[in-house]
């Protein structure tokens, strides 16, 4: 069991673009973020509607495949994560969104990674993009479908000095499970911990993370 875990947001975080909101502006209809709205309004899950969102895809694999390279996994993500490794740091991503296209974009740097997402497919003839509620994984939770809060504290109940990196508001809990120095945000989350009067560590790119942890920076 790795002595120090760093559990990790994908779109967004590890990326500079979410592939969601690629999709929508490039694919989809200006009633498209319909859904994403009533999940802010409370009216839906997060899950249900990033599922309705990708149920309306109707693409070309090559189409998808633009989409996956524009979400711009961060220059320095395999050099990041050689060195957090070497220094005995484990990788874990935690993502509210579909495994479909985070492995794609991780196997394009080259880069193996514990990942716990939504189970997807590109469905054909249609092109839709179908994603599935993890129900079976230890971490399921029906909000989001994957309980990032639970892996941080997965991970803390075997004594792992566990730090966290996220840049939406689903991000919360997870962000608020691990300790104030190694709680790393940016965009919504940063805004939401920052009403909150909460501490945390900003981020521009995922390896100004790495940087910060091998630094020594972040306090337990």
């Not at 997807?120 to 309980?147: I, K, N, Q």
């Amino acid at each position: 069991m790795a002595k120090a875990v760093l559990v990790s947001d994908f779109d967004g975080t590890m990326t500079a673009n979410d592939f969601y909101k690629l999709a929508v502006q490039r694919l989809l209809p200006s009633d498209a973020l319909a859904p994403w709205e009533e999940y802010r309004a409370g009216a839906i899950t997060h899950f249900t509607a990033l599922q309705r969102i990708f149920g309306r895809l109707r693409a070309t694999p090559e189409v998808l495949q633009a989409l996956v390279q524009d979400m711009q996994p961060d220059p320095g993500l395999a050099r990041a994560v050689a060195d957090l490794r070497q220094a005995g740091w484990e990788i874990v991503v935690a993502s509210a969104g579909c495994d479909w296209y985070i492995r794609q974009v991780l196997a394009q740097v080259g880069v193996v990674l514990d990942v716990h997402a939504n189970p997807g497919e590109h469905v054909l003839p249609e092109g839709s993009l179908r994603m599935d509620a993890p129900e079976e994984s230890p971490f399921y939770c029906l909000e989001t479908g994957v309980d990032k809060a639970a892996i941080v504290r997965f991970h803390q109940d075997r004594g792992a000095r566990v730090a966290f990196a996220g840049d939406g508001f689903a991000d919360l809990p997870a962000a608020l499970a691990a300790a104030p120095g190694l709680r790393f945000a940016r965009a919504d989350l940063a805004a939401i911990l920052d009403k909150r009067r909460e501490a945390y560590r900003p981020f521009a790119v995922w390896s100004d993370i790495a940087r910060a942890l091998l630094a020594g920076e972040a306090a337990s």
